[in-house]
């Protein structure tokens, strides 16, 4: 697929003509906010444009600790479109960044001047230097995970809810048939925020020089003025946006003793990426990064230009997988999953295709990003190994099903319906009416063998026995850090820790890591010679039911995903 957002940015003077050779200086402004991967239609190119990717933003960070022109890193800091592990596997490029003895200075308006602001600063911590404007404010409160429940208007309304479970913490429905947390689901949750609340205050400690209890004690008294922030030792300095920049250029040009160059890290990254990749069967050895995002669906992976996210098909990122297998310029495959889960048989299919490509002599290594529980577990189960950030939300190894019962409201309202049917179980997912009892038995009967299996498969991906999966199962979300305590996960880390990992499998050196498969830009409008073909099961562009309004659904318990979901409300801030 073209990519327009390259066709459309403007040629600079510095491109036209002889680029300066002065010092870089990388600059990213995360306010413009961050997209999970590069949209795959021209739509949605166009729609996006001003969103970064973030694997540019951690390959072009990564690549400007080893390029000797870059001098500095200055970061806008903003974290409304980033999660926790996100957040992390950006920490964990600007520790590369200053490791290669560079400067990094990280800089807001305000740390949570309309909101918390723990995430924010707990990424600022990574940098040399932290700055705020003079009338800026420090939301450093504290973390918190909240649950809405809608059960009390549905009783109004005359609507309820049929759930099954397997087993006790799956909570994706609670919102529908509870008015609070159970206590599983507040177990859970305690958990969560303690696990992350523990790795914020360990990270502020450590980068700005204070104690543990120290940080708890701040924590407890936030948020902080600007002149508080300083004296607390939690901002370095206040400052205005010029004369944050002015500053670090003057120190740049003063060590390097030449006009240094302002460029964002996308454009860096770009300029520094090849336009014309080696062909498939070139001898141009990689290792290939397959991308997986959003609910999790048979058919192709579908992209909504307008908003509402991505649904991970499983027929595409199948495709992608045995494309790897084809190709004797892959050796080896880094898959990179972002997802709540969803369908357990378009899991399945995902995790066979990668077991698959792992015995075909391909090592297989699956990372995490800021999700990926349920199915979005599942389709990790066929790698060789697993990666996943300590603040990554995985597990909810589980099932769940349930239906809304809508007939009291519709009587309300005189709406009635009639209908013929050739057996009594023909119409069990009707939404006017519950389960019958013997609808419930084969509910019942089809939770427990999805659970069954699921557990099974991940016994013997993790060399676990029954009693132990069963242990850390039951529909448990876990931290990464947690997961990894408890033999979920292999290694805590992002894609650097994947790749470095892929490497070592295939043995292979220090092989480019390219993302697969490459598509043409007719591949969309061609004939297709059979369903190996890939581009028959590339991505399409279509609108998500809900649109922006699929938040709103999720909470409402209406069905975006399938069995294998995870809770819709993990959003820690």
Known sequence: MVDLAKITQPLSLARLGQRSRGPVVLELDLTEGVADEAPGDPIAQLVNRRKQHHLELVEGIRRGARDPRVAALLVRVDTRTLGFAKVQELRDCVADFRAAGKTAVAWADSFGESGEGNLSHYLACAFDRIAMAPTGVLGLTGLKLKGTFVKGALDKLGVGYEVGRRHEYKSALNGVTETGFTDAHREVSESIVSSLGDQLVEAVAQARGLSEERVRELVSQGPFMAGEAVEHGLVDRLAYRDEIYADLLAEVRGERGREPELLFVTRYHRRHTPTQLPLPGSGASCIALISATGTISTGRTRRSPLGGGTVMGSDTVCAAFRAARRDPDVKAVVFR?????????????????????????????????????????????????????????????????????LGPLLERYGVTSDAVSTGPHAGMFDLERPFSESEWERVNALLDEVYGDFTAKVARARSMTPEQVHEVARGRVWTGREAHERGLVDALGGLETAVRIARDKAGAGALPLRSFPRRGALDGLRAHESSEDLAASGPQSSLSAWGPLEGAALALGLPLGGPLSMPGAWEVR
């Open 337 to 405: 999953v972002d997802s709540r889960g969803g369908s357990p048989t378009a899991s399945d299919a995902i995790r066979r295709e990668a077991e698959l490509t792992s015995r075909a002599g391909k090592p297989v290594v699956a990372v995490m990003g800021d999700v990926a529980g349920s199915g979005g577990y599942y389709v990790t189960l066929g790698a060789d190994a697993i990666v996943a950030q300590p603040g990554t939300l995985t597990g909810s190894i589980g099932v769940i099903t349930g239906k809304p019962v």
